[in-house]
């Protein structure tokens, strides 16, 4: 069976996640697309120099990206960021068992990571600048 090719669609979700259970399960929906997108295509490791940095959105504004469009935008913020780290690491075999992972941080904030399968957890948004000040 030939496999179907498709245009590429944008896809933008508007809902309101009201659990930390529905964000974690977009989240690792996130994960998979991103996963998916990497056994397919060439990237680079996210954390090569210039490939892309950490970029808070505006308070109340709030889009998830694949890897493919952090690509395209060179930025991400803390879901963005731990989605394609842990599908980086499941998909180039280094750690099978990463998850991009959400922590409460205070009512109203949360903030992502990744739990590696050791059990240490990898904060990609502060690798990449969280925390920093950016010019430009």
Known sequence: MKRADYSPAEVRLTCELHS??????FLHALQCVDELQLRRGKYPSMYEAGVV???????????????????RTHQGDCEDLAAWRAAELRASGVDKA????????????IHCLVR??????EDPSKRLGMGRNRKG
């Not at 990463?98 to 904030?109: D, E, N, S």
């Open 53 to 71: 940095h950490y970029q808070r959105e505006k308070r109340g504004h709030e889009e998830w990206q694949t890897a493919r469009d952090m690509m």
């Open 20 to 25: 930390m259970a529905e964000i974690q399960i």
């Open 98 to 109: 990463a998850t991009a992972i959400i922590k409460r941080i205070h009512t109203g904030l």
């Open 116 to 121: 590696r399968g050791d059990g240490t957890i």
